[in-house]
């Protein structure tokens, strides 16, 4: 199986910054990374893309980053991390780790997902 951690969440000033990490720890070594993502929810709304991340390190970002967020991995990716500045959060929102491994030789698909790390803009 594969068990991600969040963390970094918190409070951030209107225009601070802030770094979230997600740590993935692989038990089956038949599993294979194939790409590792940052999604977001806020209250009432659907989860969205921020930013994923493929095995081949091209990144693609949502609309809405603007060139503000950076997402990037250890080589071994068992660490992701999003870089994210210039932060305006209106509402609080819950930042979710997200990761797609390949399994054996069929190479069959499993998406897994973190627990979430919450981060609120200061008032």
């Known amino acids: 199986q594969v068990q991600l951690v969040e963390s970094g969440g918190g409070v951030v000033q209107p225009g601070g910054s802030l770094t979230l990490s997600c740590a993935a720890s692989?038990?089956?070594?038949?599993?294979?990374?194939?790409?590792m993502a940052w999604y977001r929810q806020a209250p009432g709304k659907q989860r969205e893309l921020v930013a994923q991340?493929?095995?081949?390190?091209?990144?693609n970002y949502g609309d809405f980053v603007k060139g503000r967020f950076t997402i990037s991995k250890t080589d071994a990716a068992d660490t992701l991390y999003l870089q994210m500045n210039n932060l305006n959060l209106g509402v609080p929102a819950v930042f979710y780790c997200?990761?797609?491994?390949?399994?054996?030789?069929?190479?069959?698909?499993?998406?897994?997902w973190g627990q979430g790390t919450q981060v609120t803009g200061a008032s």
């Open positions: 692989v038990s089956d070594h038949m599993y294979s990374f194939n790409n």
């Open positions: 997200k990761a797609m491994y390949e399994y054996g030789f069929r190479l069959s698909r499993h998406k897994f």
């Open positions: 991340i493929r095995y081949n390190d091209n990144t």
